[in-house]
């Protein structure tokens, strides 16, 4: 399995409830960042969480990232028909080729109105 | 200013035929990225780009696929020879150093 792995692989929810995603990867980091796509297109930043971070903010996001485990979560509190997109979590490893990010192959959220 | 533009946004080729796609990243980001995303799956790492150079040329599929950057601006990335598994989204990121990607909207090949 590749680093940074999304699970469940499809989530459908209804509107105004949460929805928890989670990613596990292999290797140290630097950071673990998530990001959102719509419709098979370009993919947009959502939040970073720095390997020294516990619990991360953003609006209604909450990221969650554990070390020892190797894991990460991103949690999306009320959610909206609008949230529906494919999420994606990426790593940055540590030491060597720290300029890459490795995707994994995403969690496909559906929420319904 | 403009976020990363990424041409053409679709194209639609006969296998054997050569293709040239373009990305235009954000103004003063030195690291541009080309990923290719199959239907339904993750970001497939191409090449990396710092400034007109290319650290990393690992994720090149084939000997089929090239990439340059001029002017530590725009870059194109060309595949010779087209093949059916070619068909993909191929897209674009810039950033500075190593801070967050920044995605163009990307391009969708079609090989016949």
């Known amino acids: 399995s590749q680093q940074g792995e999304e699970d469940p692989q499809a989530l459908s929810i209804q509107e105004g409830e949460n929805a928890t995603m989670n990613c596990s990867y292999k290797?140290?980091?630097?950071?673990l960042q998530w990001y959102r796509q719509n419709s098979g297109r370009g993919l947009v930043h959502l939040i970073l969480?720095?390997?020294?971070?516990r619990e991360k903010h953003s609006g209604r996001l909450r990221v969650t990232l554990d070390t020892s485990k190797k894991s990460s979560s991103l949690l999306i509190t009320a959610s909206r028909a609008a949230d529906t997109a494919s999420y994606f979590c990426?790593?940055?490893?540590?030491?060597?080729?720290?300029?890459?990010?490795?995707f994994g192959k995403g969690t496909l959220l559906t929420v319904n109105p | 200013g403009a976020g990363v533009s990424q041409s053409p946004s679709n194209k639609v080729t006969e296998k054997g035929k050569d293709v040239e796609l373009r990305c235009d990243p954000i103004s003063g980001h030195t690291a541009l990225y080309w990923y290719r995303q199959s239907l339904g799956q993750g970001l497939e790492f191409l090449i990396y780009f710092q400034g007109n150079s290319a650290p990393d040329k690992s994720g090149l599929p084939s000997d089929r696929f090239s990439a340059e950057r001029t002017g530590g601006s725009v870059s194109t990335l060309t595949i010779q020879r087209t093949q059916q598994e070619d068909s993909a989204v191929y897209l674009c990121?810039?950033?500075?150093?190593?801070?967050?990607?920044?995605f163009g909207a990307g391009t969708r090949l079609s090989v016949l």
């Open positions: 290797t140290s980091i630097n950071n």
């Open positions: 990121a810039s950033s500075l150093q190593r801070n967050i990607q920044y």
């Open positions: 969480i720095r390997s020294n971070e």
């Open positions: 990426a790593t940055e490893k540590s030491g060597g080729s720290n300029y890459k990010l490795t």
